[in-house]
Each structure stands twice: as structure tokens, then as C-alpha cells.
């Protein structure tokens, strides 16, 4: 079946030619090899056509064209299988910008990668104002640079430094950023596109119907040497804010601006994409490339999922939320719902907590609306969404409540019971806890099989994971409104089962307890959080992280972890005697290992805190790559009973997606799990025992399940899927 439909129509006499994509049984147009090469036989029969304009637009209902086909890229092995592809869809963008009569795109919905290098090759692009519709080119996100010329006409058409924001950060603008940049030349309500092309045609056509100039022209001289002054400086500032973003770790946004210096301004295209052309393949074959589209393959696995096996069981409607605890994470929940049009009703006990919420809520609106992704009117829109109150007034409308209180379990339980006593039977009820048990929780219900947990990272409106905790009597209907209720907030949810820690946490604990007793061992706090961040590349090191946690949590939950399993967690002596200090709670008191402003912003390293332990100035008798290896070691060793024992979750993609979302693991590595492959269960086991002896530590011991992996010479992944 056709993906593209060919059509005319006739504007005062012209003859138009319509191309419409809409990929037959595809919920997204994407350009696969089959719909490339369709669009070059209509592409060669229109180069001698008498058509007056081309236009191209597409079926579906929120997409334009999403990009390239992303496994046809993951399945390209050698440099030449590559350049073969790469150069055959430069040629057909080719075709497009070469054709005799004026081209026009109608955007509406997502217009992303190969989507937005054709809309490039045209003449004019009109956009709709729509949510949906997003424009740009985010292959650095998948370890590729723009290769259907995108990192050649971008700079073209809006500039150099448009160009360098929207390429090496793969941003996708909205319709008014787009236009502001100069990317679209009108946007339009959508309602209002079909006419308002055809106007702008017959204008065009009017005009002489001639072809925007595409090509540089020769500049004076007094203008290319102040241009060249001028975009040195660029790129100079351009690859340090690279570095510093991506620590050094991501090559391509550098194999991009390599090519945009090599090519901007240069009136040869056929060079110029040969430039594109040999650095995207230097970056499409890259480890680096290939993990990142496996973390693309993440995340559009949850868009798929439900979070049961039974596909046919559906969710019920969230139309009004509860939230229960109006402090910071019961501000941030209701800050994320209530950003996506859901209304929501917060209740504490006071109108002064109530109000700390609102204002938590109004002050990242402002924010938007001060950078303009908002307007007035949407962010009055939004905080109307929001109401408070001290009672359960309004409870017996709301379909899931959130509940963020104090973790105490007998709290828990006794609001729990009241709140289901205030609203409807049929009403779901989830807790916000981090580390109480949800099955324990759910007593206080008297309908368990609507209680489930729903854990959300901090801070909420930046941290893209949830983990939706499932209780023995948790039904599927429960869960499936609770998953679709976290992808409506725009979260990445993962279903694990009730435990210690859940998922990440459990995971997240002997890493971080692990770094205290490297500060035990004699090593620099700063020296080891910055072999994790440049090394390594998260996003903190581990003692910045305990910080932003907070010091007394991670205790209390290492001895919950203690008290589960005492024969593999040792709690730091080191994090005892941090607990004495009340003042040193980390980020939220302004001081833990590092101080920080009131604000939350870290201001420098507290030297003190070496003496205030006891300890003697560091020493670092340790190697760099003992601290990395014993830390993430640790969390591979707990994984693999996760995993394998207790099934918190039932696939190693789902550790994975939580690692990178909840944690920032570095995707550029995969994830936990895929990094574990790429190391080696025999070589994680060898480690593990080496360092285990030496510093007789039975916390670094092997697992059983790692040491059957190590035996058997298994990968967490199968290996056709790591590869």
C-alpha cells in the first residue's frame, strides 16, 4: 500500500501537486527506505512536470514526519552500508530543493530529524500553533548528527547561532520559537492551514512563482572577514558549552559542529554534504550511538505498554485528582497534573501549607511564562486547575488521590482509611512513599485492590520517573489507571513489585553507602565525586547525591535495607555519626558535604566535615577506578537478585529505563544493565571478589545470582538484543 498519496487541485487556474504522507496501519509517518524510495519516483516525475507548486503535508493527526527509520540506522554495520543510506536520502532532499517550481511544507504535528531536513529543502514552510506541532533536529540525542542536510541548510535558513542551539542540544521548537528563529515562515491555528496555503500559493504564484535563492553568494571582502571574525567566537563558545553540557562523553553535537564550521557559508552543496555524510558515519557505528537508541527504544516501549500483561483491560478516566500533603512533593505532584489539564485538589491540614503549594506551582508557571513557552492566558488557565482545602470537601468528585504525607506507616494507614472513607468506592487511592512498604500500607484500605503506590522522583516537574508499586491485591485495572495516569503527567512509569527500596532505591543504597566507606578508606569527597560526573558520567557524584537526597533518608532507608537483609548490607559507621548532626542534612538544611544557598544551589565543599568524622585528610590511596568499580559494582551485584530472586521488575529494559530516568544514569552507557554486559558478568564477579578480600568486606561479596551469571558466561540482555 501507498505511503504517500499523490493528488492536485486547482487554485485560479493552477494545477497544485499534493504529496500527503500517511503510512497505511502506522500510527507515525516516518522516512523508512520503502517511503524514501516512493517519494523519489514521485520526486523524478515531478522534476518535469508543469505543475505550478508542490505541496506536502501530512494524514496523520499529530505527526508531520517523525525522522528517519531509527532500526533501519540500528541495523547498519559497515562505514559504507552508511554512506550508501546516508547519501541516498541527501539525494532526494536534493530532488525536493532542486525542483523547478516552488515547494511548500504545511507542518502540523511533529516534524522531527529527516522529517525537518525535507521541510528545509523547501521553499516555504507553514506551521500550525497546535501543542503537537515540534520542529527540529534531535539526532545528537541518538549519538548521530543530521545527515539529510540538515546540519548544512539549518544554518542557512535561521543563521549560525540559531542553528548551533537547535542542532547541538537536538531541540525540538514549538511553531512561534520556530518562527521567531526564522525556521517557518507563517503559523497558523490549524483550523485555518489549508486556506491559508492556498492564499500564500496564489501570492506566490502571482509574484512570478520563482524559487527562493538557496545557494550563498560570494561575500564582499570587508564582509567575510568580519564574519569569520564573528563566527570563530561562535564556535570557540559553542564547544565549550558542548564540553560542559556533555563532559566530553557525547562526540556527536561535536561531529556536528565540525561539520556546520567546515560547511556555513560555502556555496558547494555536494562538498558540504560529503562533509555530513563522513561524520555522521564516524558517529553511527559508535557504542555510544548504539546505546542511545537503545535508550530510544526505552522509552518508546512504555508509550506501548499498560503496565499488565492483559492488553484488553483498560483505565479508567482521571479526570480529578487528590493530593494529600501540600509540601514539596505534594506541590510538585500537583504542579505536573495539573500542567497537563487535569484538575486537582490539594488538602492539608492548614490554609498556610495549602497555600505554599499554590505558590510552588504558580512560581514554575511564571517561570514559563517569563521565557514565553506559556502565554497569560495559559497560565491563568493552569492555576485555575488547582484548588486546596483543609477539609474533604470536593473528595467524593476525584478520581485518584495521591497521598504525600510524613512517612510514618500508622499515619499513613489512619489517613489512608479516611480518605477512602471520603470518596468514591470505585476510587483509587496511591501513596507517594519511598520507602514503606505499599503492602503494609494497603491494610488501611478497605478496598486493597484499589491501592497501589506511585513513587515519584524529586524534584517532581523535573524528574521523569515513576514507579508504580504493585501490591499482592492491587488490581490490573488499578494499575493499568495508575501507569496511564503517570504517561498522561508526562512521567516514564515503571511497574516493580512491593519491597525493600522497590527498584531504584534498592539499587541506588549500597551505591551511595559504598562512597561512605571510600571516605573511610581515606578518600577526597570532591575527587571522587568528579571521577563519577567525568569519568564515569553522572550527573552527581554520589556524595553530592546523598546530599540531594538527604543524609538522614539515606540512612533511614539503608536501615530498612539492614534490617531485610542483614547478612549483605553493612551501614558506614561514618553515616552514624553524620545522623548526630542535625543541622548537616544535606541540600534541604543548606549543608551536608557541600554547602549549599538557600535556594538549593551548591556553593562549595565544606572542608570541615573531614574533622567533624574524625578522619585525617584524605590521602586517596585508592584508584579511580577501584571507587567507580565498587560503587557501580555494587548496584550490578544488587540488580542481579532484583532481577533474578525477586523479580521486582520482570526485564533487564525496565532496570534500565529506571537507572537513566530516576537516577540519570549515563545513557550514553545503556543503562545499568547494559553497561554490566558491555563490562562482563565474569570480570563484575572477578572484581567483586578481589575487592571483597582486600578490604574484608562481606558487602562486595558476589551474589549467588551474579556468581550463576559469571558461570554461565550470561548477559543480562539476550544477545541479539545487545546488539
Not at 567566537?233 to 561539520?259: C, D, F, I, Q, R
Not at 488538602?347 to 505558590?359: Q, Y
Not at 491501592?451 to 515513576?466: C, I, Q, R, T
Amino acid at each position: 500500500m501507498s505511503a504517500i498519496q499523490f493528488t492536485t487541485k486547482n487554485i485560479q487556474g493552477n494545477d497544485v501537486a499534493i504529496l500527503t504522507f500517511d503510512r497505511p496501519n502506522e500510527r507515525i509517518n516516518k522516512l523508512s527506505t520503502p517511503v524514501m524510495r516512493e517519494l523519489r519516483d514521485h520526486l523524478e516525475k515531478l522534476k518535469t512536470s508543469n505543475y505550478k507548486m508542490v505541496l506536502f503535508r501530512s494524514a496523520k493527526p499529530t505527526i508531520f514526519i517523525a525522522g528517519a527509520d531509527i532500526e533501519e540506522i540500528r541495523q547498519l554495520k559497515t562505514i559504507e552500508d552508511v554512506q550508501t543510506a546516508v547519501q541516498s536520502g541527501q539525494e532526494i532532499m536534493n530532488l525536493i530543493e532542486d525542483l523547478p517550481m516552488p515547494t511548500m511544507a504545511l507542518i502540523h504535528g511533529a516534524c522531527a530529524g529527516g522529517g525537518c531536513e525535507m521541510v528545509l529543502a523547501c521553499d516555504y514552510r507553514i506551521a500550525t500553533e497546535d501543542s503537537s506541532t515540534r520542529i527540529g533536529l534531535p539526532e545528537t540525542k541518538l549519538g548521530i548528527i543530521p545527515g539529510f542536510g540538515g546540519c548544512v541548510r539549518l544554518p542557512r535558513v535561521v543563521g549560525l547561532q540559531a542553528a548551533l542551539d537547535v542542532i547541538l542540544a537536538g531541540k525540538l521548537l514549538n511553531a512561534k520559537k520556530a518562527l521567531k528563529i526564522g525556521l517557518v515562515d507563517f503559523v497558523v491555528h490549524p483550523n485555518l492551514l489549508e486556506n491559508f496555503a492556498d492564499e500564500q500559493i496564489q501570492k506566490i504564484i502571482a509574484d512570478g512563482g520563482q524559487k527562493r535563492r538557496k545557494k550563498f553568494m560570494p561575500k564582499g571582502i570587508v564582509a567575510g572577514l568580519l564574519e569569520g571574525v564573528l563566527s570563530g567566537v561562535v564556535y570557540k563558545k559553542a564547544k565549550e558549552g558542548v564540553m560542559k553540557a556533555s563532559k566530553g562523553h557525547y562526540p556527536a553535537p561535536l561531529a556536528a559542529l565540525e561539520v556546520i564550521r567546515r560547511t556555513y557559508g560555502s556555496a558547494h552543496r555536494t562538498q558540504a554534504l560529503k562533509t555530513e555524510c563522513e561524520e555522521f558515519a564516524k558517529c553511527a557505528l559508535t557504542d555510544i550511538s548504539k546505546n542511545l537508541i537503545h535508550v530510544f527504544y526505552l522509552t518508546e516501549m512504555v508509550k506501548k505498554q499498560t503496565g499488565v500483561a492483559n492488553g484488553s483491560i483498560k483505565a479508567k478516566p482521571v479526570k480529578h485528582l487528590g493530593v494529600l500533603g501540600a509540601g514539596t512533593m505534594g506541590g510538585g505532584i500537583a504542579y505536573v497534573a495539573a500542567d497537563k489539564g487535569i484538575d486537582v485538589r490539594v488538602k492539608d491540614i492548614s490554609f498556610d501549607a495549602n497555600s505554599k503549594a499554590l505558590k510552588h506551582a504558580r512560581d514554575l508557571w511564571a517561570r514559563l511564562a517569563k521565557k514565553r513557552v506559556i502565554d497569560n492566558y495559559q497560565f491563568t488557565q493552569k492555576m485555575a486547575l488547582v484548588s486546596t482545602t483543609t477539609d474533604f470537601s470536593g473528595f467524593k468528585n476525584i478520581d485518584v488521590t495521591v497521598e504525600a504525607i510524613v512517612e510514618d506507616m500508622s499515619i499513613k494507614k489512619k489517613v489512608i482509611a479516611q480518605t477512602a472513607s471520603e470518596m468514591r468506592s470505585d476510587a483509587i487511592i496511591v501513596t507517594n512513599t519511598s520507602s514503606l512498604s505499599v503492602t503494609e500500607m494497603s491494610e488501611g484500605h478497605p478496598h486493597p485492590e484499589n491501592f497501589a503506590g506511585m513513587h515519584f522522583f524529586s524534584p517532581v516537574h523535573k524528574m521523569p520517573l515513576v514507579e508504580v508499586i504493585r501490591s499482592p491485591k492491587s488490581s490490573d485495572e488499578t494499575i493499568v489507571t495508575v501507569f496511564e495516569l503517570a504517561k498522561k503527567m508526562g512521567k516514564m512509569p515503571v511497574v516493580v513489585k512491593d519491597g525493600p527500596g522497590f527498584l531504584v532505591n534498592r539499587l541506588l543504597l549500597p551505591y551511595m553507602a559504598e562512597a561512605a566507606f571510600l571516605l573511610a578508606d581515606g578518600m577526597d569527597i570532591e575527587k571522587v565525586d568528579k571521577a563519577f560526573v567525568y569519568e564515569f558520567g553522572m550527573p552527581m557524584g554520589p556524595f553530592e547525591l546523598m546530599d540531594s537526597v538527604g543524609l538522614d533518608v539515606c540512612l533511614k532507608v539503608l536501615k530498612i535495607f539492614k534490617s531485610a537483609y542483614p547478612d549483605r548490607i553493612e551501614i558506614p559507621p561514618l553515616m552514624e555519626k553524620l545522623e548526630q548532626n542535625k543541622k548537616r542534612l544535606g541540600q534541604k538544611s543548606s549543608l551536608g558535604f557541600y554547602k549549599y544557598s538557600q535556594d538549593g544551589r551548591k556553593t562549595e565543599f565544606d572542608g570541615s566535615i573531614y574533622s567533624e568524622l574524625g578522619l585525617p585528610a584524605p590521602t586517596n590511596p585508592l584508584s579511580i577506578a577501584e571507587c567507580i568499580e565498587r560503587c557501580v559494582f555494587s548496584m550490578i551485584n544488587e540488580c542481579a537478585l532484583a532481577l533474578d530472586a525477586d523479580r521486582i521488575v520482570e526485564t533487564p529494559h525496565e532496570v534500565d529505563l529506571a537507572m537513566i530516568m530516576g537516577t540519570g544514569f549515563p545513557p550514553f552507557r545503556g543503562g545499568l544493565l547494559k553497561y554490566a554486559d558491555s563490562v562482563g558478568a565474569v570480570y563484575i564477579v572477578d572484581q567483586l571478589n578481589k575487592y571483597s578480600a582486600e578490604r574484608k568486606a562481606n558487602r562486595l561479596k558476589p551474589s549467588s545470582k551474579m556468581m550463576e551469571r559469571a558461570k554461565s558466561q550470561a548477559t543480562f540482555y539476550k544477545q541479539q538484543e545487545s546488539q
